[in-house]
């Protein structure tokens, strides 16, 4: 392993527990503990815990602030928040592209946090301040922050034990502040998933403390720690985008299936004239998703074929241990992505077969 690798807060705790650590997007995280298909089930059907610390987290205050954010996302921040209330949105570049995919969180009318990749932590900070023209006050806060998510349907109960904050009222997409184990956090009813489930932010000083208290509490109902095998192979199941893979500068959220992150309406934002234009021409391709007919594994990259036609390539594609059957993604022409059209997925020099698919693959109960 690098020794330049970036480690979270949690490195030697994930040590301890015996995960199989690897290269991811600069840092070294867990990929695996007690295997990926064990860790996905444990989510789908009772708890899972992860360490997200690589995410980053931007603060964003002042008076500028909410300008400055409007500007940068093709969501509208402005209509659609109030103070605790959360909000996903792309931000583009003036060609429409994807710059990155992030989540912003209102604590103010003059204070937000977005959360952003972890790959794209430095691009994105320099990103936010190469369009700061309103004066808003920017902080990267990613190295002061501990990211821990709780997932599944159990989530609920084991969180409860662990704070005196009522997070039965707690909406999907909204949070609030309080302390988890005596720890100041901030409680954010979201995940990456599809299950019931929370993500907590605190300071990293407080990390180990709040890992090991929630660990504790899950391992009385059998909740496992999780890595990122089975964090993707969850969000596929779900058709949640992975940004470098599903998203990136080349696709547009109209491509990708957002059209719902897109406030038209708004007076300005960057890649608004570019989006526009694309959706009155009408997009030539869409994101689908596609089932493997026979038990082979796409991957990303594959090159995909109809009736010997070159239509495009896998961006996602794995095992999906809750449905038993091989999945993926893939960028294809519009007239070739309706739903039951064959296509065929070129692995190694042969193709095989499979067809698209309604997304998302699984809906969680």
């Not at 912003?104 to 990103?127: E, H, K, P």
């Not at 909740?223 to 985008?241: F, I, Q, S």
């Not at 990708?256 to 890649?271: H, S, Y």
């Amino acid at each position: 392993m690098q020794e330049s690798l970036k480690r979270t807060p949690l490195y030697d705790i994930h040590k301890k527990l015996g995960a199989k650590l690897i290269e991811f997007g600069g840092w070294e995280m867990p990929v695996q503990y007690s295997g990926i298909i064990d860790e996905h089930l444990a989510v789908r059907s009772n708890l899972g815990i992860f360490d997200l610390s690589h995410m980053g987290e931007i603060e964003i205050r002042g008076a500028g602030a909410l300008p400055l954010i409007q500007k940068l996302i093709t969501n509208d921040a402005e209509h659609k928040l109030v103070d605790g209330r959360i909000l996903y949105s792309p931000m583009c570049n003036e060609t429409g592209g994807i710059v990155d995919d992030v989540v912003v969180y209102r604590f103010q009318a003059d204070r937000y946090m977005l959360v952003v990749n972890a790959t794209n932590i430095g691009m994105d900070f320099d990103w936010i301040c190469g369009h700061n023209d309103t004066g808003a006050e920017i902080a990267n806060r990613s190295d002061e922050t501990v990211l821990i998510a709780l997932q599944g349907r159990n989530a609920p109960t084991v969180l409860q034990n662990l704070t005196n904050t009522e997070i039965s009222a707690l909406k999907y997409f909204w949070f609030t502040e309080g302390k988890v184990a005596g720890v100041p956090t901030v409680i954010s009813r979201t995940g990456y998933t599809g299950e019931a489930g929370f993500e907590l932010y605190a300071n990293a000083d407080c990390g180990t403390d709040l890992w090991n208290a929630i660990y504790e509490a899950a391992a009385t109902i059998s909740g496992k720690p999780v890595g990122l095998g089975a964090r993707d192979t969850l969000r596929l199941e779900m058709k949640y985008c992975l940004y470098g893979n599903d998203i990136n500068e080349t696709t547009t959220p109209l491509e990708a299936g957002l059209n719902w992150t897109i406030a038209f309406d708004k007076k300005d934002f960057i890649g608004r004239d570019a989006l526009i234009k694309q959706r009155t021409q009408g997009i030539k391709r869409r994101l689908a998703g596609f089932q493997m007919l026979n038990r082979s594994v796409a991957r990303p990259h594959y090159a995909v074929y109809n009736k010997n036609q070159h239509v495009g390539a896998v961006t996602s594609g794995l095992p999906s241990p809750s449905l038993k059957c091989n999945i993926g993604l893939a960028y294809l022409p519009v007239e070739h992505s309706k739903i039951n059209t064959k296509i065929e997925i070129d692995i190694r020099g042969k193709r095989h077969p499979a067809k698209v698919v309604r997304t998302p693959f699984y809906q969680p109960d």
